[in-house]
């Protein structure tokens, strides 16, 4: 029974580190721009552009009709990307391409909440040009950029059914579910221990 639930967690966390959204199609089609559309009239000119449709046909990372134009920030916040990618949906986030796991995700850093004009709660990513708050976080941090030094929140985030785990988050759960299932035997042990005794009495 305890060793059945040991397993089940295993298995979940196994299922954590082999889902990956990462789409090297769409890292060829990255570029830097200095800014991103905010009409859907913007959208569609620089959509066509971008000229996503054709790459769609012969990509292989998601369904032709899903592979689409996106200019979002980048992970680390200091620019704005036009990718072509599979488009995703963000819970409670602005939206990012990680160029590190080649994935359009939800940028943890800046919560829909937090920006103004805020965002909506679950939006699909290729919609996120309608949230202007998150493109002028970005603004205002470009210059920051400059002077940053350390260059953080680079981690790769991974979503499986709503449940949010960053790369180095999934080390820490590893490692949790191996101390857990050591206490969880440990206990196992000592009780068979404790009613041979009792029963050797
Ligand atoms: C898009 O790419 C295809 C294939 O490379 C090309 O035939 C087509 O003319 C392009 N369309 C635009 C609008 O650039
Ligand atoms: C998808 O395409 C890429 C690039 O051509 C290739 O490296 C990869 O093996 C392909 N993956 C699958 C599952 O076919
Ligand atoms: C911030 O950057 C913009 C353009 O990159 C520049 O025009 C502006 O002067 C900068 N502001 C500061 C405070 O450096």
Known sequence: MHLKLVISAFVVVESFVTSDRFCSWSKETVESVIACPQTIYEWEKRARLKNCTSLAFIQNCTE??????????????????????????????????????????????LKCSDVNPPCAERYLSTDSYLYEGCYNAVKNNKNMSLTEM??????????????????SGKI??????????????????????????????
């Open 64 to 109: 032709t009709i899903k592979f689409k134009y996106h200019c979002v920030m980048n992970e680390l916040e200091d620019a704005f990307l036009e990718v072509c990618a599979p488009e995703y949906y963000i819970l409670g986030a602005c939206t990012e391409y990680n160029t590190f796991g080649a994935v359009i995700q939800p940028h943890y850093r």
């Open 150 to 167: 350390p260059q953080t929140g680079s981690s790769v985030n991974i979503q499986t059914d709503g449940v949010r785990i960053p790369v």
């Open 172 to 201: 820490t759960i590893v490692f949790i579910s191996m101390v857990v299932s050591a206490v969880v035997i440990t206990l196992l042990v000592r009780r068979l221990g404790k009613s041979k005794y009792h029963s050797h009495r």
